[in-house]
């Protein structure tokens, strides 16, 4: 079945490193997914990554994908305060229309 | 371009009461979906078209009607409010390739 799960917050000051993990159950997901939401908006993709890869890098953000353990993780380099947001992970499989699959989301909380 | 666009952003409603969120895109995209999003949950799966003239159900249908007459329009129907379905409602469409998910900017729903 489809399950995927998210912590649901991380805080961490300006300038550190932020890593918001992410487990999914089901291994035959094709695409995996990384939007952020800020408050009263809508949701933006941020990056996604091929489930037959391990890693993608995009800038300040890197994916990296453990098939084996079914987890997908987002790092994001040098964080800064218009970084929080609510982060919610999701996947897709090959059934024709894309259906996504989210994640519970972590709220991010970024500190001066 | 305007992508998505969702109207109203706001509606309150009284239980019993019927209406319809309006959603539109100018992109051309065959597939679009309704989401709805609850605190702690995610995003979950209304219903969801492929084409115009095709719908199908998604993980939480009840208490919803879709129809699509054209590719441009996708409104959600909702026939007899309830407070269950206080939530935020978000649109999307996809051309079905992997990343071109446009989400719309949400409707607000609140039923009394």
């Known amino acids: 079945g489809e399950d995927v799960e998210q912590s649901l917050f991380l805080s961490v000051r300006e300038g550190d490193s932020s890593v918001i993990n992410c487990t999914y159950t089901d291994s035959s997901s094709t695409y995996l997914y990384w939007y952020k939401q800020e408050p009263g908006a809508g949701l933006q993709l941020l990056t996604y990554i091929f489930s037959n890869m391990d890693m993608k890098q995009d800038q300040r953000l890197t994916v990296l994908l453990n098939k084996k353990d079914k987890h997908l993780s987002l790092r994001i380099a040098d964080t800064q305060t218009g970084d929080s947001a609510i982060y919610f992970c999701a996947e897709t499989f090959d059934t024709g229309f894309q259906k996504l699959v989210f994640g519970t989301g972590t709220r991010l909380l970024v500190s001066p | 371009n305007a992508g998505v666009t969702q109207t109203p952003k706001f509606q309150v409603l009284k239980t019993g009461q019927s209406m319809t969120l309006q959603c539109a895109q100018d992109?051309?995209?065959?597939?679009m979906s309704w989401y709805r999003q609850d605190p702690g949950m995610g995003l979950r799966l209304i219903h969801y078209s492929v084409g115009a003239g095709i719908t199908d159900q998604g993980e939480v249908p009840n208490g919803y009607n879709v129809s699509r007459s054209t590719t441009e329009d996708f409104p959600l129907r909702l026939l007899s409010a309830a407070p269950s379905q206080t939530s935020v409602y978000f649109c999307a469409s996809s051309s079905g390739t992997a990343g071109d998910y446009t989400f719309g900017s949400g409707t607000r729903l609140t039923v009394v």
């Open positions: 992109m051309n995209h065959e597939y």
